[in-house]
């Protein structure tokens, strides 16, 4: 796929777009720091940089990748959501990270709920799964969140990491999980109802 | 000023990176060829690496090129300019996938074709191609392309430096 047709998804407070050039020193600040520990990292410089150049090809090469996220109103870059299936990955992923200042506002959830209904909706996925470290807790909530449950059946990356299967698009379909996350977000939207207590994706 | 998406040369077309590269490109990672760079790679590895090639063209506007044979448009290597560093200028790489296109001048013809355009095109200063010190073939094709060795501390890594714009002048 071209790099300009990469589609864009617009959400109530989120962009999500192809992944830039110009968004590479966010993603080498967090792929730097302790905050990857989870996904590889942290990660030297050249790592880092062909990391970011394969997030971008993975688009081409698979016709699906990793969105940027963006502040709807500064187009503040916030993190990445999307498709993932290098070589050798059990299944097509569905995977998230947030840059560590924006943590906790609920992005994750956002951008991640509507990349899967674009995957589900317009590209025909059937289901998806998402690889996690035992030890990431923000991001196995996040997984919950959003409807996943831990499959023990399933076969992992490297036996490191531990397998959650994402709703079908039937399950998906005007139903309480559906409907619990779409509250959750307009909560996050509304600075009234802001949920206190911990810091989550 | 971003490199041109396809080149011509007499007996090769090179363009970018696609999908269906994939593949050959693996065969390629996968075997005793890339013994002087760091392999045979696994297949996880070639994977990623064919999507370095594809997001370096967006991240930089140009990159490596899949060269592919003119006439029945299989792809038989790679060739072009690739910079993760910005301290050391763009590196060159030229590698024919199989032993059985070797022999014929194919990778000298589709890098010279790169150097051509990014001297007269792009009005680049310098490339540099980092070698292993065993690859004769290699070293054998930067020294016609005009490479020089320059120091360079690197294990058994050799460096070669082509001038491009002294070659215009010249």
């Known amino acids: 796929m071209p790099h300009n047709s990469i589609p864009v998804i617009e959400t109530k407070r989120l962009v999500l777009r192809g992944p830039e050039a110009g968004d590479y020193p966010d993603f080498r600040a967090t792929f730097s720091s302790y905050r990857s520990r989870f996904m590889g990292g942290p990660l030297t410089p050249y790592e880092t940089w ?46 998230w990270i947030i840059w560590p200042e924006t943590a906790g506002h609920g992005y994750a959830l956002e951008a991640t709920h509507a990349a899967r209904g674009y995957l589900y909706g317009r ?27 831990k499959d023990t059946g399933a076969q992992t990356v490297d036996g490191n ?41 | 000023m971003n490199a041109a998406d396809t080149l011509t040369t007499h007996r090769l077309i090179l363009r970018r990176p696609e999908p269906a590269d994939f593949e050959p490109f693996c065969a390629f990672m996968m075997s005793d060829r890339t013994r002087f760079l760091g392999g045979p790679k696994s297949r996880r590895i070639a994977f990623d690496r064919l999507a370095n090639f594809a997001g370096h063209w967006v991240m930089r506007g ?24 910005d301290t050391i200028p763009p590196e060159m790489a030229w590698s024919l996938w199989s032993a059985d296109d070797e022999g014929r001048g194919l990778a000298r013809e589709a890098a010279a074709e790169t150097l051509r355009h990014y001297r007269a095109d792009l009005g ?9 010190r065993d690859n004769a073939g290699s070293i054998a094709i930067a020294r016609q392309l005009g490479g020089t060795q320059v120091p360079h501390d690197e294990g058994d890594t050799l460096r070669f430096d082509i001038a491009l714009a002294q070659r215009g002048a010249a």
């Open chain 1, 50 to 95: 062909m990391l970011y150049a394969a997030e971008i090809g993975h688009w081409q090469i698979r016709g699906y990748g990793m969105w940027m996220i963006h502040d709807r109103t500064t187009d503040k870059p916030l993190g990445m959501a999307g498709g993932w299936k290098p070589a050798q990955w059990p299944e097509a992923e569905i995977a």
């Open chain 1, 123 to 149: 590209l025909g996925w059937e289901g998806a799964v998402s690889y996690l470290d035992p030890k990431n807790l923000d991001s196995i909530r996040l997984a919950e969140r959003l409807g996943a449950k």
């Open chain 1, 161 to 201: 990491d531990i397998c959650y299967r994402h709703p079908s698009p039937a399950q998906l379909k005007n139903t309480q999980i559906s409907d619990g996350i779409e509250l959750e977000i307009a909560h996050y939207a509304d600075p009234k109802f802001r949920p206190e207590g911990y810091a989550l994706d």
């Open chain 2, 62 to 85: 140009y990159g490596r090129y899949i060269v592919t044979d003119r006439a029945t448009g299989r792809p038989l290597g790679h060739a072009g300019a690739f910079q993760h560093d």
């Open chain 2, 124 to 132: 680049w200063p310098v490339v540099c191609a980092r070698i292993h």
